[in-house]
Each structure stands twice: as structure tokens, then as C-alpha cells.
């Protein structure tokens, strides 16, 4: 029986709800947490499911400006946060699944270090 790449129905929705994946995944988690396309399922996958609950407030009597606006109210510092966190919150991740934290700042590393290279080849110093 040839070994799983990729999580099944089950354990994605365990793992999207904070659960850990065996260690087998690792590389998937690594690559799902800060691969190409990391920033937009970790939006989504906060920012999507919180919609429907806040829809709740549309329900609430009065002008429908209203109840958007006391969504908004919530919705935006939702935005805000979930932004700013992302970086803690891929380094949480990756160091529940028992990987390097550093792993999250990866690709940052290597376009500083290309920039590093180009400016030293640019002025003489490589």
C-alpha cells in the first residue's frame, strides 16, 4: 500500500479546524502553511466560515444599513487581525505539527538573499 501525499476529507477538516496531520503530511503541511497560495486559504479559511453567523445580524429589525453596519463593525477588525496574525499563525502551526517554526519566513529568506546577491553584483562586491 503505497503511502498518502495528501490529507483525506476527514482529516482536512480535522486539521482546518486546528488539528494536527500524522507525520507523514509533513511536507504537505509545510507547502499548505508557506507555499505558493498559503496567504489566501489561511484568509479563507477564517474569513469565509464567519460569514454566515454574521449574517445573523440581518435579521435584526430595522433598516437593512443597520444590520450591515454591525456586521462591518465585526467584519473589518476581522480582516485587520487575521492579517497581522498570519505570520504567528503560520509559525503555530508548523510548530504543532512538530516542524521548524522557521520554515514560515523561508521564502522571505531567499528573496533577501537574492537581493543580497544582485546588489553585491550590481556594485562590484561578488
Given at each position: 500500500?503505497?503511502?498518502?501525499?495528501?490529507?483525506?476529507?476527514?482529516?482536512?477538516?480535522?486539521?482546518?479546524?486546528?488539528?494536527?496531520?500524522?507525520?507523514?503530511?509533513?511536507?504537505?503541511?509545510?507547502?499548505?502553511?508557506?507555499?505558493?497560495?498559503?496567504?489566501?486559504?489561511?484568509?479563507?479559511?477564517?474569513?469565509?466560515?464567519?460569514?454566515?453567523?454574521?449574517?445573523?445580524?440581518?435579521?435584526?429589525?430595522?433598516?437593512?444599513?443597520?444590520?450591515?453596519?454591525?456586521?462591518?463593525l465585526l467584519?473589518l477588525p476581522?480582516?485587520?487581525?487575521?492579517?497581522?496574525?498570519?505570520?504567528?499563525?503560520?509559525?503555530?502551526?508548523?510548530?504543532?505539527?512538530?516542524?521548524?517554526?522557521?520554515?514560515?519566513?523561508?521564502?522571505?529568506?531567499?528573496r533577501g538573499?537574492?537581493?543580497?546577491?544582485?546588489?553585491?553584483?550590481?556594485?562590484?562586491?561578488?
Amino acid at each position: 500500500m503505497t503511502e498518502r501525499t495528501t490529507p483525506t476529507f476527514a482529516q482536512r477538516i480535522r486539521y482546518i479546524c486546528g488539528g494536527t496531520l500524522p507525520p507523514q503530511l509533513s511536507d504537505w503541511v509545510i507547502n499548505d502553511l508557506t507555499g505558493p497560495g498559503a496567504a489566501g486559504r489561511y484568509l479563507m479559511r477564517i474569513l469565509i466560515p464567519i460569514i454566515p453567523p454574521l449574517c445573523l445580524f440581518l435579521l435584526i429589525p430595522g433598516p437593512l444599513w443597520m444590520g450591515l453596519s454591525m456586521m462591518a463593525l465585526l467584519y473589518l477588525p476581522l480582516i485587520y487581525f487575521t492579517v497581522a496574525l498570519m505570520y504567528v499563525y503560520r509559525r503555530h502551526r508548523l510548530a504543532k505539527h512538530g516542524l521548524d517554526p522557521h520554515l514560515a519566513d523561508a521564502r522571505e529568506r531567499q528573496r533577501g538573499s537574492a537581493e543580497r546577491l544582485d546588489y553585491e553584483r550590481r556594485h562590484g562586491r561578488a
